[in-house]
């Protein structure tokens, strides 16, 4: 990844934003636009327009990153990301990511939708997100490292923060929101897993399987930034329920959505 590249962008992004740049930022994903929209007094940029950005083209990601105010709290919405089953390289799955560092954000929040190997975290639930492991063969980190931006080897046996993680359990609590707790795993997709392979998952200990997501916690820890996360429970794995839809996921990305921005809100308005 391109030093030179990411400071430009983050260049971009400043002569064009002359407000507080926040230090937290939130990567929304499939289904969970809702809350960027949400933003009060947002400077919105497209991806298209950024230099060197991948641009999505999933059904459920704009391709947009806002900056704004949620509340009284200054943030940075990413609308969408770009996934590797899209055909991007790896390194590029990490570039928005670094942008962010380059503003200045300190704090990372991803979220997801995924499918869940547990069946009292069923459809429309949420789980924080404790530990991942990643399946897709795919990591941004591969190539010439440049220690202007992180280490060679960078430490990853607490790549969610553990803090952040018991502050957004507590928001949950105090709000009346159930979120469950546990492994996610990337799979690379396109396509949805096999029954074999969500048996195989399970045994590994997985609690939720997605496409997207650990990159850019891989990406984040190597800057040195903190990161929490959430995903939105969209389906039972295969093998566990019938045929597995984007639109189903789309669906009940949804209901989870109406929860997920509630916890979010005071999940901001307690770390800020």
Request: hydrophobic residues 45%; charged residues 20%.
């Amino acid at each position: 990844m391109n030093y030179d590249d990411v400071q430009a962008c983050a260049g971009f992004i400043r002569e064009r934003f002359t407000g507080e740049m926040p230090k937290l930022a939130m990567v929304l994903g499939s289904g969970l636009n809702s809350l960027a929209d949400a933003l009060e007094d947002a400077t919105v940029f497209s991806y298209a327009d950024l230099p060197g950005f991948p641009k999505p083209t999933v059904e459920g990601h704009a391709g947009r990153m806002l900056i704004g105010k949620l509340g009284d709290k200054p943030v940075i919405c990413m609308q969408g990301r770009a996934h590797a089953y899209e055909g991007h390289p790896a390194e590029k799955l990490g570039y928005a990511t670094r942008v962010l560092w380059a503003l200045g954000v300190e704090t990372l929040v991803l979220t997801n939708a995924a499918g869940s190997l547990r069946e009292e975290a069923g459809p429309g639930s949420l789980m924080a997100i404790t530990d991942h492991i990643n399946f897709s063969g795919v990591n941004p980190l591969v190539g010439p490292n440049d220690d202007r931006i992180g280490p060679r080897f960078p430490d990853v046996s607490e790549a969610w923060n553990k803090a952040l993680t018991k502050k957004l359990l507590a928001c949950a609590n105090a709000l009346g929101i159930p979120l469950h707790s546990g492994v996610y795993l990337m799979a690379k997709g396109p396509n949805f897993e096999t029954p074999a392979e969500i048996r195989a998952f399970k045994v590994w200990g997985a609690d939720a399987v997605g496409m997207s997501t650990v990159p850019e916690c891989l990406v984040a820890r190597h800057c040195g930034m903190k990161v929490v996360g959430i995903s939105s429970i969209t389906n039972l794995a295969a093998g566990m329920q019938g045929e597995l839809t984007h639109h189903e996921t789309m669906e009940y990305g949804a209901i989870a959505a109406v929860n997920l921005e509630k916890l979010l809100r005071a999940f901001v308005a307690d770390v800020l």
